[in-house]
């Protein structure tokens, strides 16, 4: 079985650009969440997304945004973007009733110059 | 709110054990999840204690007091590529699936 695949793995934006993040959960997993890990920060909850519904978010201003779609793949994009969202995004799927057991992907890092 | 402490840095020796403590607090406990993640690699899930007591998976272990609000990721036979961050998490408070990760373990395995 597959696991969780995230595209792109880097990238590299200037300030004010937008970005879109791709991700493929495994595969008969509906639950897709997004995190944002940083140095300073740790690992963040941006969204999860379920059945293409967003069911939850953590605290991110606007500018962060995400979408599912019916094959429960995953994107998120940033707007306009900031020095400070240099980061590792990390995508995770789970299945429901699995709770605490979320897998991973490899993430994209980020770099905004 | 939610908030989970544990050690930044830990050093052990390579065959010792080794125990990476995790106190939590949250107003909804939906069980306590380690995570470890290697240097540039994904977090991988290790463990999960949903009740008091001790969960064992090969060399690692995990406890968990729900009366004390604590936890530990014990492990056993340290071997190098053991060295890693460790992160305890819980649910997100509201009982949705999302985790809220604590600040992260640096486990460093010298020979």
């Known amino acids: 079985k597959a696991g969780v695949t995230q595209t792109p793995r880097y990238l590299i934006k200037t300030r004010g650009q937008q970005v879109t993040l791709s991700c493929s959960p495994i595969s008969g997993h509906r639950s897709v969440s997004w995190y944002q890990q940083t140095p300073g920060q740790g690992l963040q909850f941006l969204f999860e997304y379920f059945s293409e519904t967003q069911r939850n978010k953590g605290n991110f201003p606007g500018r962060f945004s995400g979408r599912q779609f019916s094959n429960s793949r995953s994107e998120m994009n940033v707007s306009t973007l900031e020095l400070g969202d240099s980061a590792l995004y990390l995508c995770a799927s789970s299945l429901e009733g699995t709770k605490n057991i979320q897998y991973f992907g490899a993430g994209t890092r980020l770099s905004v110059l | 709110g939610q908030s989970l402490e544990q050690p930044s840095e830990v050093t052990a020796v390579e065959g010792a054990i080794v125990q990476i403590n995790c106190t939590y607090q949250t107003s909804g406990f939906y069980g306590l999840s380690w995570y470890q993640q290697h240097d540039g690699g994904a977090p991988t899930f290790l463990s999960y204690n949903a009740l008091d007591g001790l969960e064992e998976t090969g060399r690692f272990s995990s406890f968990l007091s729900r009366s004390d609000s604590y936890g530990y990721l014990l492990l056993q036979e340290l071997q190098m590529k053991d060295s890693a961050s460790y992160f305890c998490?819980?649910?997100?408070?509201?009982?949705?699936?999302?985790?809220?990760f604590g600040t992260g373990t640096r486990l460093t395995v010298i020979p």
């Open positions: 998490a819980v649910r997100d408070q509201s009982g949705a699936n999302n985790l809220f």
